[in-house]
């Protein structure tokens, strides 16, 4: 039983660029959370979607972020014009329903040249 | 402003002895809490949660106490093995944690050390 997958592990990108992480969840879960971890820093969360659906962004920056979770595939972050303050471990983790434990993935390591 | 608070960046404890990490929160909507602990380079990994209905969960070596009243929650490992070196999350669910209702709200962690 697979657990999380996320991909890449690692991701350097000069100033400006794109940044696309990916996740694909548990099998069975539909719940789907993003979250960041700045060094020496807890998790914060970014975004809570289901397939199709973005039930909750309100973590997330309001510029230059945008999350999806289509119906077939992974889930997507996508880090438009990436800036040194980009840089960060992205985690996402999955679970059946709300209010369940949820499962992390190891995360994105995204460097910012 | 910190919603969740883990005040003891470290402890360093004796294999075989019992490690206890606390977690102090500060609103007493949050309804669920979980503790994850995490490696270097690796994603967090879920130990063991509770809900705001109970004051205890037990599994195995760990045990989750929560005292609402104090809004304090803490983490037992007894006993404590090599293995449980690593940094503890406490983490927190619920309305008004900032996470959405239903992301969760993380302390910044607490780097357990066990000690042969």
């Known amino acids: 039983n697979a657990g999380v997958m996320q991909n890449p592990r690692h991701l350097v990108r000069r100033r400006g660029q794109e940044a696309r992480l990916r996740c694909s969840p548990m099998k069975g879960h539909s719940h789907v959370y993003w979250y960041r971890q700045l060094p020496e820093e807890g998790l914060k969360f970014m975004v809570y979607l289901q397939k199709e659906n973005i039930i909750d962004e309100s973590g997330m920056p309001k510029e230059r972020f945008s999350a999806e979770f289509p119906k077939e595939g992974p889930s997507i972050l996508r880090i438009q014009q990436v800036v040194r303050g980009d840089s960060a471990a992205y985690f996402c983790a999955s679970s059946p329903s709300n209010h369940q434990p949820q499962h992390f993935g190891d995360g994105t390591r995204l460097s910012i040249l | 402003d910190q919603q969740v608070k883990q005040n003891s960046p470290s402890l360093s404890v004796q294999e075989g002895r019992i490690s206890i990490l606390n977690c102090d929160y500060t609103?007493?909507?949050?309804?669920?809490f979980l503790w994850y602990k995490k490696y270097p380079a690796e994603g967090p990994t879920f130990l063991i949660s509770i809900s705001s209905i109970k004051d205890k969960n037990e599994d195995g070596r760990f045990t989750v106490f929560l005292n609402k009243s104090a809004k304090h929650l803490s983490l037992h490992i007894v006993p404590s093995q090599p293995g449980d070196s690593a940094v503890y999350f406490c983490a927190v669910n619920g309305v008004g944690t900032g996470g959405g209702a239903d992301g969760l709200t993380f302390g910044k962690g607490t780097h357990l050390i066990i000690q042969p």
């Open positions: 609103n007493s909507m949050f309804d669920y």
